[in-house]
Nanobody, 123 residues
Framework: VQLQASGGGLVQAGGSLRLSCTDS????????MGWFRQAPGKDRDFVAS????????LYADSVKDRFTISRDRAKNTMYLQMSGLTPEDTAVYYC?????????????????WGQGTQVTVSS
């Protein structure tokens, strides 16, 4: 497995979680990376992305101002700090490596995917 996502869990509404995604093969350092999520019965949707050097980020409107994406290239790890969580944020969260240096909102722009980590927000 190249990308390993972790940090999911059960949290009450209004709470916070930090997800991590580690690239064990160290092949993502010059690529954009992103987070997507998939709720039961729904498509896998874009959450956030970050460029190779962390200088450019994109967010879905639904998480903007609540979630923060970051990365530590020295640790080959990307993070998603989530706050103000609501039950609508409940989903399996997937991390992915983009084909290019910048992230994207489009799933097909990503070449490697992690296995996902479950986030459940109770009301």
């Amino acid at each position: 497995v190249q990308l390993q996502a972790s940090g999911g869990g059960l949290v009450q509404a209004g709470g916070s979680l930090r997800l991590s995604c580690t690239d064990s093969h160290r092949t993502s350092s010059n690529n954009g990376m992103g987070w997507f999520r998939q709720a039961p019965g729904k498509d896998r949707d874009f959450v956030a992305s970050i460029s190779w050097n962390g200088g450019a980020t994109l967010y879905a409107d639904s998480v903007k101002d609540r979630f923060t994406i970051s990365r530590d290239r020295a640790k080959n790890t990307m993070y998603l700090q989530m706050s103000g969580l609501t039950p609508e944020d409940t989903a399996v969260y997937y991390c992915a490596t983009a084909r290019r240096a910048y992230g994207s909102r489009t799933r097909s722009d990503y070449v490697y995917w992690g296995q996902g980590t479950q986030v459940t927000v109770s009301s």
